[in-house]
């Protein structure tokens, strides 16, 4: 027993001059042990994809644009500073956009061929995959508000329409009248494409574009994804795009990887799109930035273009798009930086 107690004071004074030495200080013995590794807290945004060149567009909207981004990013990566969740970011740098009307989602929203405002909008946590989703909602201010209601409060994934709006009002999320959501920008965009319509011309491939994201990941190593848009111009027969869709436009898992896509969602729902990127992470060891621009490319072979925000738990991220423009953004410790043109953050 003697011997024993011995051999462990031994082992203990050995170990302790071990750590002086490593230290360099006899008398801080704590200067050896390493701190653990600050975990990066990263948020990206989008504002949908489109055709522009550099100057195509006037010199007060590009800054209103840039600013606009810049301020949902600083929402969403403050949320993230103080302790919240990934989950919480991405909702509250998405909500900044539905409430500005630049944006094709919330008060920005475009019309239908019928002259109405139809909402789509989801929601996933990487820690689970839970997801909640709605659509065609035409009375909810904040279509992402619902779609994380769907999730955290009932069983269900995707709700729609009327009862949508049944299940918000039940929940207590601000409900506002159809005429919230008319902007004179939506409606002269809508006139245009009636006009076209009624000439058998095709609409313009802006008319597919203009939806809202982010991905985020916070301090606990734990990724969201969320997107948000009023669809398509003039589109018809209750037509639902990608964005509420989970796996389509809309996918987040601790395993692979967050996505939030934007572009012309028939393409990106028979893609697959968010889950496919997410997919090659996780089963062919792609790096974030291959295996979104792989996926891309394959939708602009379909005949669908677009781009995507897409965010691996390890911090690495990417921005991938087919189109001339993506309104973007990356917000983090070290860096905060807004771009619109393809040829930016190069």
Known sequence: MFMMKTSWLVAAMIMLVSCQSVSGDTGNIKAAVTAPTERPLIILVHGGAGSARPGGMPAKDEAAYRAALGYALETGYQVLAKGGTSLDAVQAAIVTMEDNPLFNAGKGAVFTAEGRNELDSSIMDGRDRNAGAVAGVTVI???????????????HVMMARDGAEAFAKEKG???????????QKRWDQLLRAR????AKAALPPNSHFGTVGAVALDRDGHIAAGTSTGGMTFKRFGRIGDSPIIGAGTYASDTSCAVSATGWGEFFIRGTAARDICARVQWTGANI???????????????????VLALAPDGNYAFSFTTQLMFRGVRTKADNHVYIYDDEGQ
């Open 173 to 183: 999320l601000d409900i506002v009248p159809p005429s919230y959501f008319f902007t």
């Open 195 to 198: 006009a076209r319509a009624k």
């Open 289 to 307: 930035q291959e295996a979104a621009d792989t996926v891309l490319a394959d939708l602009e072979n379909m005949g669908g273009t677009g781009g």
């Open 141 to 155: 201010k904040n279509p992402i508000r619902a779609a994380r209601a769907v999730m955290d409060q009932s069983p």
